[in-house]
């Protein structure tokens, strides 16, 4: 019933890592994990579906000139993860279809790295740790997976506020309170250049920004965020010698990107700028190219039909009280 009003001309599909085997007892971030089974009865629903299956640059084509002959759908996944190269990028192989990649470089270069699955790996393998804030340590209990999650939840909705050298200075305190090398648990989880390279070369892999820490932008000064968008359109354009003309905020949620962020976006160059707020795209955001939605498929909902209420829009509708066109 809400499909004619909501499901829109097309829709930005988004993900983050593909897991080859099972999902561990205590696993916080799952739900930016699909399984790469699931990945693959994504797209082939799609394809069932009628969908064309296209890059951002081509979804904007389609936006901005109003295109709406044919559904459409891009794939796109996040930060830099191996196994978007490893698990992913076979499955779009097989079935000769674009994917869409927003690189955050300080994970490449080794110079920043996903705070949030370092956390994890922490709490995985300590029963007890203490927290380092500014307004006095704190003890948190870990024994139990439910103890585990409780902690991740309380170290994130703290970390999520800070500005990046906040942030990064809490982790090098928690580092050493808790004699945990947070960096090198998650190394080899990242991509490396070479990856990329092979990425770019496949032909199936579109190439995007997502700045150069995943900072929230929100939470730095203007300059910064500023900064944090063109030096990492530099870098993947000077180490990759392409244009990069898309960009993903990094957590891309209410809280973390608005106007000031969009007007930065757009200034600094890019064509189009993809949020995280839950909706499909309408013929009204040829006007919002630097707000765009995107709906994530994550871990919590692995089904074809989740999928189907996804892509109707009725999920987006109550998500956004009745809201058609989502933009900030």
Known sequence: MLAPAYAGIGSLLMFHRVRAGDAPDFAPNHGITVSAAFLARIIDLLL????????????????????????????????????????????????????TLYLTTGFLDGEHFAWWDALEHLLRARDRIVAPWHDGAQALETRTSAQKEQAFGVIRARVMRMPRTAREEFFRSLAKTCEFDVEASVLAERLTWDMVERMRDSGLVELGAHTVSHCVLANETAAAARSE???GRERLESRLGIPVRHFAYPFGGRAEVGAREMILAADAGFTTAVTTRHANLQLEHRHHLHALPRISVNGFHQSTRDLAVLLSGASSAMANRLRRVVTL
């Open 48 to 99: 069932e579906r009628g969908y064309d299956l296209v890059t951002m640059a081509e979804a904007e084509r389609r936006v901005a000139t109003g295109d709406a002959a044919r559904k459409f759908a891009n794939l796109s996944f996040d930060d830099g993860y191996r196994d978007t190269f490893e698990v992913a990028l076979p499955v779009f192989a097989a079935r000769r279809v674009p994917m």
């Open 229 to 231: 968008m063109i030096r």
